[in-house]
Every structure is written in structure tokens, then in C-alpha cells.
């Protein structure tokens, strides 16, 4: 897809139903249940070989158009929109996993997915791998020949880690396996998973893909064949289903994705360039700088860097007053707000990780996670400029 092309597909993405008095934006069909014209046609709709809904939970219309959205953006055949996006991850792995299938995920993950492979996955029998994901090559070593899937994340959260989508979906098809990423720190405007050889991508649209903060909300993308496992194996007895109102949150967010990524990428840059400079912070991580270990691959992979930046300070004390500190910047979790986002790490997002589990995986007591937001970027480091004297 051209440059032009995804600024124009995210405004006009799944929209017109046809029949909604010519409405440009589509409805709320704020309803659980549809009417059939006769028994033949109910029962059409019941085996999906004629289109229509017939219960909330397994689809609706404005659902179905931030699927269409989703399916589009991202360069897949299908969508499925869900409650949250651990919904979203749940119903990937569940409808690609069996008993006894091997998984091989990226060693490190947002912290609630590393729970879900640990509390939830691996005692049911399928047995759950890790690999660094920033190398590719050590891959082939955890590979057997029950992998069923290869799960990662990138840029990974909260350390910003980015992995080879396609070096990594070249060794695991090669081995039989399907390949998952969680690509909500880039959205598609920034990273295409599917494009690069990924078999589902994952978000959690709370996030960029929402963009104002006032949601929960998460989409899988995938083939047909993927995302229909998900709806009738997986959404149909778990009911993770995303409500009307808040689809229609997610396709109206869809609709700035691109001017906002482009301000997010834009601002993060120029933060994280400030940052690298200042005396008080150790280090800076940042897909876009050219002191990150993957900034080569970013650049390759990556329309833009994104907005999440983390650094770090001295110690914990440290980091604490400065996020103490800051006035315009929302000490708050969650990401990908139009405002600018701040948070400690290890006592935040991360804190359910033991302290081993947080050295390893790179979550040090000074780290901050900043998500950049939209404001005047003089703005953002005027703050940080001021909390960092403190
Ligand atoms: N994937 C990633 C990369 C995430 O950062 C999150 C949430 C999820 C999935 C889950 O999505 P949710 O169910 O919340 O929509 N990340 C959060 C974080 O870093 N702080 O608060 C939530």
C-alpha cells in the first residue's frame, strides 16, 4: 500500500452500509438480536451461506464495518473486533491452539499476554517456548515439529525491543508454525505484520487505534479461514464481543489514525532526541534513535517509530519524582492517547512481575514509559525539562 493509499483507506475504510439513508458514518445498530423474513433465510443466516446477523454475539453491523475498516488497513481478509484486546489475544491463541501443540512466544511481552501463556495456556497442555525476540537467528533452535505458532510482539512493550517480522515468518513457515503478532504499539499505519508474512495480527484498540482514551476495545486480522475460528470456535462460547457504541468509537478514531500517528511518530522523535541529551536521563529507548540495537530493521520494517518511548533515570527514587513531577503530562497507564501519557514501569504495568522477571526482562527500577501524545511538542519537553530539575 502507497503512502497516499493508507491516509485514504483509514478515512474511508468500512463505510456506506447501503440501506442507512445515506449516512456517511455508519450507525450504531444498537440491537442484540435480528429479525428473519422467513424460516429458509433464518436458517440461511444461522450457516453463513447467505449474509446477515442474527445475535449480537456473533456480529453486528457496526462491528462488521470496523472489521471491514480493520481487514483493509492492515492488508487481510477478515477481522474479528472484540471486548479488549486480551480478548483479542485470547481468541487468537484459542483458535489456533490444540491440546498438546507447542508455542513459541517472544521472551518479552506485555504483562498480562505473559500471563495468559502462563496461567491460562500452558497448564491446558500446550507447552509454551520463549525466544529473544530481537534475535531472529535463535528461532530455528526452539522450533519442533508440533509448533503450532510463533507469538510476538513488536515494538514490545515497555522496553521497545522490535523484532524481524519477516525473517521470523520465513523460519517459522519454513518449520510449519503460524506466526501472531501484537503489532498495538505500531498500528498498521506504522508496521503492516501481514505484508511482511504474519498469520494474525492482534491489537488492543484501547490504544492508537481508539486514540482518545474512552474505550476498551480489540481486533484480530487475519485469513477467512483464522478469523472465522476465532467467531464461531472461539467468540461464540467465550463472548469477549466488543459493544456497538464502542465499535463505532474505534472506526471513528480510525478515521485521524493516520494524521495522528504521523504527529505521534513525529513528536516521539524529537522527545526521545531531547531526552538522549539530557544529562539526568542513563538511556533512551527508541526505535527511531540511531543508538537503539534494531534501529537499522525499524527503519526497514517501519513507516515511523511510534510514539512510545522508555528511558531511564538513576533509580527508582528517581524516576518517581520525575513522574511526579510533570504538569501537562497524565501520570496514568495505558498508551496511544492523544495526550501524553507517563508512567514507572516496575511499580506500574510491570509491577505483578517478580524482580527477577523484571530484570530480565529489561524493566530496570529507573525505567519510564512515556507515550507520546499530539500536544505542541515544545510543550511536551517544556515538561519534561522542568520535571527532569527536580
Ligand atoms: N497488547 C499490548 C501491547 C498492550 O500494551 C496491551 C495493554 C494489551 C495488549 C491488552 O489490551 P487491553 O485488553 O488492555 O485492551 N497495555 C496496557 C499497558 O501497557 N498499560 O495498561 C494497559
Known amino acids: 500500500m502507497t503512502e497516499k493509499r493508507i491516509r485514504t483507506v483509514a478515512v474511508h475504510a ?105 496461567e491460562i495456556v500452558a497448564p491446558r497442555s500446550v507447552e509454551v517456548s520463549r525466544f529473544d525476540g530481537s534475535r531472529a537467528e535463535d528461532l530455528e533452535a526452539v522450533l519442533r515439529p508440533d509448533t503450532r505458532a510463533v507469538y510476538l510482539e513488536t515494538p514490545t512493550n515497555p522496553t521497545l525491543s522490535v523484532v524481524d517480522v519477516e525473517r521470523v515468518a520465513s523460519i517459522a513457515h519454513a518449520a510449519g508454525a503460524l506466526v501472531i503478532v501484537d503489532g498495538t504499539f505500531a498500528t498498521p499505519f506504522n508496521l503492516r505484520p501481514l505484508s511482511l508474512g504474519a498469520d494474525l495480527v492482534v491489537h488492543s484498540a484501547t490504544k492508537y487505534l481508539g486514540g482518545h482514551g474512552d474505550l476498551v476495545a480489540g481486533v484480530l486480522v487475519g485469513s477467512q479461514e483464522l478469523v472465522d475460528a476465532a467467531r464461531w470456535r472461539m467468540m461464540r462460547v467465550l463472548g469477549p464481543v466488543i459493544a456497538p457504541h464502542t465499535a463505532w468509537l474505534v472506526q471513528r478514531g480510525l478515521r485521524t489514525l493516520a494524521v495522528r500517528m504521523e ?32 534501529h537499522e530493521l525499524a527503519r526497514r520494517q517501519m513507516r515511523g517509530f511510534g510514539g512510545m518511548i522508555a528511558f531511564e533515570m538513576a533509580d527508582a527514587q528517581a524516576a518517581k519524582r520525575l513522574v511526579d513531577s ?65
Open 326 to 390: 510533570v504538569r501537562l503530562i497524565s501520570l496514568a497507564v495505558s498508551l496511544g492517547d492523544v495526550a501524553s501519557l507517563i508512567q514507572h514501569s516496575s511499580s506500574m504495568t510491570q509491577s505483578s512481575l517478580t524482580a527477577d522477571q523484571q530484570r530480565s526482562a529489561g524493566v530496570n527500577p529507573g525505567l519510564i514509559r512515556l507515550s507520546v501524545g499530539i500536544e505542541d511538542v515544545a510543550d511536551i519537553i517544556g515538561d519534561l525539562e522542568q520535571a527532569l530539575r527536580t
Open 14 to 118: 468500512g463505510s456506506a452500509p447501503g440501506d442507512s439513508f445515506g449516512a456517511l458514518s455508519v450507525p450504531i445498530y444498537q440491537a442484540s438480536l435480528f429479525t428473519f423474513p422467513n424460516a429458509e433465510e433464518g436458517a440461511a443466516i444461522h450457516e453463513g451461506e447467505a449474509p446477515g446477523y442474527f445475535y449480537g454475539r456473533m456480529g453486528n453491523p457496526t462491528q462488521a464495518a470496523l472489521e471491514r475498516s480493520m481487514a483493509e488497513l492492515e492488508g487481510g481478509e477478515a477481522a474479528l473486533a472484540t471486548a479488549s484486546g486480551m480478548a483479542a489475544i485470547a481468541l487468537a491463541l484459542l483458535a489456533v491452539l490444540e491440546e498438546g501443540d507447542h508455542l513459541v512466544a517472544q521472551a518479552s511481552l506485555y504483562t498480562s499476554t505473559a500471563a495468559l501463556l502462563d
Open 263 to 294: 504527529r505521534h511518530n513525529e513528536n516521539a522523535m524529537r522527545v526521545a532526541e531531547f531526552l538522549e541529551a539530557h544529562p539526568n536521563v542513563e538511556r533512551v529507548h527508541y526505535p527511531g534513535l540511531a543508538s537503539h540495537p534494531q
